[in-house]
């Protein structure tokens, strides 16, 4: 799995602290949803630093996107967030992965539960489940602070409209006027509601920082889900 | 800390293919998954890998100056799959 | 090798370069380095021991090591992993006040932490005033991600050295690898030799 350089087209701010950025990339061999790349940056005078990001863009879109966060005190997600440019070229290799994947023919029902930035993998799954013609039926939960740091809010409300799919969110710090979604962190009856009751043997796919995804399987288990039907990943800090 | 996701790329340095599927037995208590579900600890002078279930170190990683020390004796297993269709994905 | 356009990485401190040993760069964050779940235990629960080839083995429960007298000392600290942060401060009891009085035959220390990790020392690096048990750093309380409630301080070693969450000596007549030396890195870790890993 060789580096290779891809082109910066475009950049998006999502949120105060997130951007996304789409990529023009030769020669990519495609992915599967769920996917990450490695992110390598070298500064003039060696310096190198080196991070993991999901690929928030479905495996037949024409650009590569990748979501980021900027957390504090990270040199490389300020880097992404703040500096970089279009026309910049950005180091990278991938796609890396085989665990945490969903594809159509891995059938569901999906349950996708994000936490803050662990929306950008799902975010490719439920894309790729969408364009796929899948009638594969999916319900996501999304959990946030506030309604502004909400990633892709319009493109997931659009969704939810969208037959067979099924979008709610969370808020854990703010209860906006008018807010029809759900105010309080993910406990056991939030995905008891959410997801389909064990018989059904969902699929389900957790990621977001490592306490979210934690209390989200270990209530997953509580209600009796199959371990062997639920995929984690945890997203957070690997600077040194 | 994070999960066996983490280090899936180097994984790759290692192995030449993405172990996160790989299943890993602990040598310690027997509780065996799939790499991706371990404990993974990155920020620090090697990578450690640990068993979810009793902490134990399963495997580390230091990278000296551009090769990689890879100790995985706290794993009695760690068995990949080999078809055609896993490798296809990295 | 593809240069990143605009990127530095984190922000790198101008210092004396006579303080930065070779290799190194300054920062004035303080990252958090792990090998493992961060140990949480009581005041209650936590006791330091001296144990091994001395006469009496000893032990001090939380009130009776903070009773010990203390240093406040302003040192410099290096990461194995390329980081050094200076003027760092931290108040401790210096471990020359922990072995007064005891008589050993030792040659090497092995620190043990909650946790399970281990760093082993030769003791004269850890005596003569070259190292502190600290538990406040800035002036508070050790955070337990730094080591909290107590961490070995030696700052003429890598950091891998100052070992967190530590509960007990084991002076001994022998050397006995730590958990980085036994993963390759170097058995003593001078920073001013660039002792990194085995070998160096």
Not at chain 3, 51 to 60: I, K
Not at chain 3, 182 to 193: C, I, L, Q, T, V
Request: aromatic share 8%; net charge negative.
């Amino acid at each position: 799995m060789n580096w290779r350089v891809g082109i910066v087209v475009d950049l998006r701010a999502e949120t105060d602290r997130v951007a996304s950025i789409a990529l023009r990339l030769a020669g990519w061999p495609g992915h599967r949803a769920g996917q990450h790349v490695d992110v390598r940056l070298t500064a003039e005078d060696g310096y190198q630093a080196q991070r993991s990001y999901s690929i928030a863009s479905a495996p037949d879109d024409a650009e590569l996107v990748l979501t980021v966060e900027r957390i504090e005190d990270g040199e490389v997600s300020s880097y992404l967030v703040d500096e970089l440019r279009p026309d910049d070229e950005l180091e990278l290799r991938g796609p890396i992965g085989g665990y945490f994947v969903w594809e159509q023919s891995l059938g569901g029902p999906l349950v996708l539960l994000a936490g803050g930035s662990g929306i950008a993998p799902l975010r490719a799954m439920l894309r790729h489940r969408l364009r796929s013609g899948s009638a594969v039926p999916v319900r996501l939960l999304y959990s946030a602070r506030s309604q502004s740091e909400l990633i892709y809010r319009d493109e997931l409300a659009d969704a939810g409209r969208r037959g067979g799919v099924d979008v709610r969110f969370t808020l854990t710090r703010e209860r906006p006027d008018g807010w029809q979604g759900y105010d309080r962190r993910i406990d056991r009856e939030l995905i008891a509601e959410v997801a389909w009751p064990p018989a059904e043997r969902p699929l389900v796919y957790i990621c977001g920082p490592t306490a979210f995804v934690e209390t989200a399987a270990d209530a997953l288990l509580a209600l009796g889900h199959d371990p062997g039907r639920i995929r984690t990943e945890r997203f957070g800090p690997t600077g040194g | 800390m994070l999960d066996g996701n983490a280090i899936a790329g180097l994984t790759v340095d290692i192995f030449g293919v993405d172990m996160t599927v790989a299943v890993a037995t602990c040598a310690r208590c027997g509780s065996h998954g799939p790499l991706a579900e371990t404990a993974v600890y990155m920020r620090g002078p090697g990578v450690v890998v640990r068993c979810r279930h009793c902490d134990a170190v399963l495997a580390v990683v230091v990278e000296r100056r551009g090769v990689y020390c890879v100790d995985l004796s706290g794993l009695s297993a760690l068995e990949a799959v080999t078809d055609e269709e896993s490798r296809i994905s990295t | 090798m593809h240069i990143s356009r605009g990127f530095h990485g984190r922000h790198r401190e101008q210092a004396d370069p006579g303080r930065v040993p070779p290799g190194q760069y300054v920062t004035s964050d303080f990252p958090v380095l792990s090998a493992g779940p961060t140990p949480r235990v009581s005041a209650e629960q936590w006791t330091l021991s001296l144990v091994g080839e001395l006469d009496q083995p000893r032990s001090w429960s939380w009130d009776e090591f903070r009773a010990l007298p203390r240093e406040d000392i302003t040192v410099d600290i290096h990461c194995v992993t390329k980081w050094s942060k200076l003027d760092t401060a931290w108040t401790g009891i210096s471990v020359d006040t922990l072995l007064e009085g005891t008589d050993t035959p030792a040659l090497h220390v092995l620190a043990h932490c909650d946790g399970g990790y281990t760093t082993n020392l030769p003791l004269e690096d850890v005596t003569g005033g070259r190292a502190w048990v600290a538990y406040a750093y800035d002036g508070e309380p050790l955070d337990p991600e730094h080591g909290g409630p107590a961490r070995l301080l030696v700052p003429h070693l890598y950091f891998w050295k100052s070992a967190k969450w530590l509960r007990a000596l084991e002076l001994r007549l022998d050397d006995e690898p730590g958990f980085w030396e036994s993963y390759g890195y170097h058995n003593y870790g001078d920073p001013w030799r660039e002792q990194r890993y085995d070998g160096d």
